[in-house]
């Protein structure tokens, strides 16, 4: 199956280990963090850009988070 799909084995064992761990503190983080900037998003008529979703998630969630991550968060989920 390897050969077919064009990777090594190892890479394939690699790859299967990791689907069957748990989720990262890191991506638990990014995941909250994506339903957060997705409620404050659509809550506000999908009119929001990233320095009004930082400003909610700073003020009315008090998450810390840079303006720079909920930019690069924003633009893998709605690009």
Excluded at 6 to 15: D, N, Q
Excluded at 42 to 65: C, T
Aim: charged share 30%; glycine share 4%; proline share 1%.
């Amino acid at each position: 199956m390897c050969k077919v799909l064009g990777v090594s084995t190892s890479g394939y064992y690699v790859w299967e280990k990791r689907q069957n761990q748990d989720e990262t503190e890191k991506e638990k983080w990014n995941r909250q963090l994506d339903e957060r900037i997705k409620f404050h998003f659509y809550d506000n008529l999908s009119a929001f850009g990233s320095p009004r979703i930082h400003d909610k998630l700073v003020n009315q969630d008090k998450i810390k988070v840079s303006q720079k991550t909920v930019a690069i968060r924003m633009r893998a989920l709605f690009f």
